[in-house]
């Protein structure tokens, strides 16, 4: 694991007294960053409110950082096989769900999560974003808002 890290042995070792307890705190570090970006969305949707196109806006912009996303599908494969990684997955699932059903209910946010999941795995495969249009236009129809003609995003 050091070695893939790019850091001496020594180094971990000082620092972790137990292979266990490196793992712990990389999966911390990964709760806290998934804090983070989930604390961004939420605090977008209550400045912008929860239109179509500020969730668009905010998944386009989670998904044009490659490694951001390469990060997300290792750690959805490695949850198939590990506890601790479901355990991170899960967390950012749940929590999204859970800021998603203060508006609208809660089977449209799990919708709306499922299809970030889906979203997350498409930019992975091509190492760009949907395009916002089309995030625009899929958001509406989960959410069932009819499509603003004016709006230059319909």
Not at 5 to 30: D, I, K, M, N, P
Not at 56 to 66: E, F, G, L, N, R
Not at 137 to 143: D, G, T
Request: hydrophobic letters at 45%.
């Amino acid at each position: 694991m050091a070695t893939r890290a790019g850091v001496a042995l020594g180094s971990t070792t000082h620092y972790f007294a137990t292979l266990e307890e490196l793992r712990e705190a990389a999966l911390q570090r990964l709760i806290d960053q998934a804090e983070r970006d989930i604390c961004f969305i939420e605090e977008s949707l209550e400045r912008h409110g929860p239109s179509p196109k500020v969730l668009a806006a905010w998944i386009y912009d989670y998904h044009s950082d490659v490694g951001r996303v390469r990060r997300a599908v290792a750690l959805y494969a490695a949850a198939a096989q590990n506890s601790d990684a479901r355990r991170l997955a899960s967390f950012w699932f749940n929590r999204l769900t859970e800021i998603l059903s203060r508006y609208t209910d809660p089977e449209r946010a799990l919708q709306l999560a499922v299809f970030a999941d889906g979203v997350t795995l498409h930019a992975s495969m091509r190492e760009q974003p949907l395009d916002l249009d089309v995030l625009v236009r899929a958001i509406s129809a989960l959410l069932g808002e009819p499509l603003d003609p004016t709006d230059k995003h319909a």
